[in-house]
Antibody, heavy 122, light 113 residues
Framework: EMLLVQSGAELKKPGESLKISCKVS????????IGWVRQMPGKGLEWLAV????????RYSPSIQGQAAISADKSTSTAYLQWTNLQASDSGIYYC???????????????WGQGTMVTVSS | DIVMTQSPDSLTVSLGERATINCKSS????????????LAWYQQKPGQPPKLLIY???TRESGVPDRFSGSGSATDFTLTISSLQAEDAAVYYC??????????FGQGTKLEI
């Protein structure tokens, strides 16, 4: 069974750093891209970024470029989203998701993680 | 950036009736070279991640009931649920994945039974 399993909820203060994870199982990690999608409390979905898990090439939304970074570790089949200077506006649920087509970072997401709730509050 | 606008924001439909949700993109998401529309539909229930229903505007994802169908081309798209079931209550999103990031979602349509 193909699964994306995300790390648990986080409560952080503004200015702190954070790294959340998305562990892949059931398919060859390095053959596919992994994307990240944010959902702010009670709001809609926002596409943030994708990374190719084999060569680590990335594409970012301008809304997150320079504010957070994505990475992938082939040795543990895990993708990451990290911040070095969290803001209250970073609060929300973060989903990792896999684009359907292994050759395309731009595709519909057919496999989703369960989501990681990030709360940034002083 | 492409802007995706869904209508209506919410709707209430009776069991067994048809539900129609519209999605309009600010520019065409049709790629003529392969004759495909870069448009997907998702369903999200409370406390759950989104679920892919439709991709390429009209191709149903494996395992999705055939009462769900997608149509449209270029800038105007529709998700139709032909005979509403209780479990179809959810928020529905369209998403474009054409051209360059970010690949925007519509604002969502809340479907109540």
């Amino acid at each position: 069974e193909m699964l994306l399993v995300q790390s648990g909820a986080e409560l952080k203060k503004p200015g702190e750093s954070l790294k959340i994870s998305c562990k892949v199982s059931g398919y060859t990690f390095a053959n596919y891209w992994i994307g990240w999608v944010r959902q702010m409390p009670g709001k809609g979905l926002e596409w943030l970024a994708v990374i190719h898990c084999g060569d680590s090439s990335t594409r970012y939304s301008p809304s997150i470029q320079g504010q957070a970074a994505i990475s992938a570790d082939k040795s543990t089949s895990t993708a990451y989203l990290q911040w070095t200077n969290l803001q209250a506006s970073d609060s929300g649920i973060y989903y990792c998701a896999r684009p359907r087509d292994m050759t395309r970072g731009s595709d519909a997401f057919d496999l989703w993680g369960q989501g990681t709730m990030v709360t940034v509050s002083s | 950036d492409i802007v995706m606008t869904q209508s209506p924001d919410s709707l209430t439909v009776s069991l067994g009736e048809r539900a129609t949700i519209n999605c309009k993109s600010s520019q065409s998401v049709f790629y003529s070279a392969i004759s495909k529309n870069y448009l997907a539909w998702y369903q999200q229930k409370p406390g759950q991640p989104p679920k892919l229903l439709i991709y390429w505007a009209s191709t149903r994802e494996s395992g999705v009931p055939d009462r769900f169908s997608g149509s449209g081309s270029a800038t105007d798209f529709t998700l139709t649920i032909s005979s509403l079931q209780a479990e179809d209550a959810a928020v529905y999103y369209c998403q474009e994945y054409y051209s360059s990031p970010p690949y925007r979602f519509g604002q969502g349509t809340k479907l109540e039974i």
